[in-house]
């Protein structure tokens, strides 16, 4: 055999090996269960994270850790917050959180601080929510100035 008839099959077995499907599945590219961070910059170059599961189950409790690193201001709450449903009717409040439902943190300038906020998956009136996106939004005092912060809420 010469050296172009060998040069020739070589070439062709990579484009053959090349072109031939995996061999197994693809594994997935993230975990379906992994928890989702949803990080705010506020001001004074601090920070609050909230971080959730991907998805909760209905008449469960939904459950989330939340960070706070204040940069050079100090940072309060969450002091309350409000549930949220949007369908077709339009974006209706469900379930009002006050003092009772959430740990108000005082995290003074420089410091961090972290608390887990947890809601009962229930509506105002006492009745379980359905399954749905809900976006939760906590209010927290920053410097002085008020920020409204959150994240969605999938529960199936």
Known sequence: ???????????????VLACAPPRGPAAPSA??????????????????RFTVKP????????????????????????????VLESDLVGEQTVRH???GDL????????ARAHTTVTWDGKRDDGFAI????????????????NERLGTTIEVR
Not at 1 to 15: D, E, G, H, K, Q
Not at 103 to 110: D, F, M, R
Not at 130 to 145: R, Y
């Open 1 to 15: 055999m010469t050296a172009a008839s060998l040069r020739s099959v070589l070439l062709l077995a990579i484009l």
């Open 55 to 82: 998805r909760y189950t209905v008449g469960g409790p939904v459950m989330f850790d939340l960070d706070i690193s204040a940069g050079s201001e100090q940072v309060i709450g969450p002091l309350s917050g409000i």
């Open 103 to 110: 740990q108000t943190l005082e995290v003074a300038p420089g």
């Open 130 to 145: 359905p399954a749905a996106t809900f976006s939760l939004a906590l209010d927290f005092i920053v410097g002085g100035a």
């Open 31 to 48: 975990d379906p269960n992994a928890s989702v961070v949803v990080p705010y910059k506020v001001a004074g170059g601090g920070e609050i």
């Open 97 to 99: 959180l006050g003092p």
